[in-house]
Nanobody
Framework: QVQLVESGGGLVQAGGSLRLSCAASGRTLSRYAMKWFRQAPGKEREFVSAISWGDANTYYADSVKGRFTISRDNAKNTVYLQMNSLKPEDTAVYYC????????????WGQGTQVTVSS
């Protein structure tokens, strides 16, 4: 089973940038579509972005489109989420998840990394 560890969260002012990393171990990420989710206090977890491993197609929630960029480094078995023009409403715990390709099965979730955007 793949294990995921997020990093890169922190406190940033509105308009600033952060880059989140999701490092995988145990299995190559070639088996998975990788996704980022976030959960703000008192709210449900929501989809942020996804990247398919084979053809690297990317997908974004409307709320982050044009500001966030998902990418992956095959050699490092790592997925990134570059977040620019951050807004206070982006404040949340961000999670990466590995979805088994061709299925709806989420095989693994990271522990989450806190992103706080001050106004």
């Amino acid at each position: 089973q793949v294990q995921l560890v997020e990093s890169g969260g922190g406190l940033v002012q509105a308009g600033g940038s952060l880059r989140l990393s999701c490092a995988a171990s145990g299995r190559t990420l070639s088996r998975y579509a990788m996704k980022w989710f976030r959960q703000a206090p008192g709210k449900e977890r929501e989809f942020v972005s996804a990247i398919s491993w084979g053809d690297a197609n990317t997908y974004y929630a409307d709320s982050v489109k044009g500001r966030f960029t998902i990418s992956r480094d095959n050699a490092k078995n790592t997925v990134y989420l570059q977040m620019n023009s951050l807004k206070p409403e982006d404040t949340a715990v961000y999670y990466c998840a590995a979805q088994r390709s061709g299925t709806s099965i989420y095989e693994s979730w990271g522990q989450g990394t806190q992103v706080t955007v001050s106004s």
